[in-house]
């Protein structure tokens, strides 16, 4: 991955967003504060904005200046959250960026996010579908997988794992107050992270 493919990432990534923000926002209303897709579609708009108005000059870079943006300029809990793995993945990654490091930093990444919202797998929140992903990766390191195919792994992982959250009960965030009635709604946080990983994916098809 050069700067180039991870900005091109944030724009699929911003793409898919703001053509799912209106269902976002639906299921953040069923369990949450419904402002989801909306924020985090405004989000994305400005990471675009941030890195059109500095390249970055590498991946490391480019993952710093979106996870500060994130953080800076999208409310409720999704831009500190997001923030969080950006900004972590780009303080850890390193160079050359093989797919070894980058799922590596990945990990780093998802680590900080579940110790900010102080979730694990299983309380229905975007780590039911960063963690997964997260593994698939490494996986696909561990069997020397391509790229491409290691990618789109971690993507179906993430997919699978946002699914899953339909029956679980809650139990961080505002969701968790509703109880069993948390039950049969999948988690908005869950399923905007597989679209990030499935942004991923497509630009590494892309790219390849």
Same mark, same amino acid.
């Given at each position: 991955?050069?700067?180039?493919?991870?900005?091109?990432?944030?724009e699929?990534?911003?793409?898919?967003?703001?053509?799912?923000?209106? *269902?976002?926002t639906?299921?953040? #209303?069923?369990?949450?504060?419904?402002?989801?897709?909306?924020?985090?579609?405004?989000?994305?708009?400005?990471?675009?904005?941030?890195?059109?108005?500095?390249?970055?000059?590498? $991946?490391?870079?480019?993952?710093?200046?979106?996870?500060?943006?994130?953080? *800076?300029?999208? /409310?409720?809990?999704?831009?500190?959250?997001? /923030?969080?793995?950006?900004?972590?993945?780009?303080?850890?990654? *390193?160079? $050359?960026?093989?797919?070894?490091?980058?799922?590596?930093?990945?990990?780093?990444?998802?680590?900080?996010?579940?110790?900010?919202?102080? #979730?694990?797998?299983?309380?229905?929140?975007?780590?039911? @579908?960063?963690?997964?992903?997260?593994?698939?990766?490494?996986?696909?390191?561990?069997?020397?997988?391509?790229?491409?195919?290691?990618?789109?792994?971690?993507?179906r992982?993430?997919?699978?794992?946002?699914?899953?959250?339909?029956?679980?009960?809650?139990?961080?965030?505002?969701?968790?107050?509703?109880?069993?009635?948390?039950?049969?709604?999948?988690? $908005?946080g869950?399923?905007?992270?597989?679209?990030?990983?499935?942004?991923?994916?497509?630009?590494?098809?892309?790219? @390849?």
């Amino acid at each position: 991955m050069d700067a180039s493919l991870c900005v091109a990432w944030f724009e699929e990534a911003a793409r898919l967003v703001h053509r799912d923000r209106d *269902r976002l926002t639906r299921l953040d #209303a069923e369990i949450g504060d419904g402002d989801h897709g909306t924020n985090l579609d405004r989000g994305l708009t400005e990471v675009r904005k941030a890195l059109a108005e500095s390249p970055p000059g590498s $991946p490391a870079e480019a993952l710093t200046i979106a996870g500060t943006t994130l953080i *800076r300029r999208v /409310g409720g809990a999704s831009g500190p959250l997001y /923030g969080s793995v950006f900004r972590q993945m780009g303080k850890a990654l *390193r160079s $050359p960026v093989t797919l070894a490091a980058f799922s590596a930093a990945f990990e780093e990444g998802v680590v900080a996010v579940e110790r900010l919202g102080k #979730a694990a797998l299983g309380d229905k929140t975007m780590v039911d @579908a960063l963690a997964p992903a997260s593994r698939a990766l490494a996986l696909a390191v561990r069997d020397g997988v391509g790229v491409r195919e290691a990618v789109e792994q971690a993507a179906r992982a993430a997919a699978e794992g946002a699914e899953a959250t339909i029956p679980m009960r809650a139990r961080k965030g505002r969701a968790s107050y509703l109880g069993e009635r948390s039950v049969g709604h999948m988690d $908005p946080g869950a399923a905007s992270s597989a679209l990030f990983m499935e942004a991923l994916a497509t630009v590494a098809r892309e790219a @390849a």
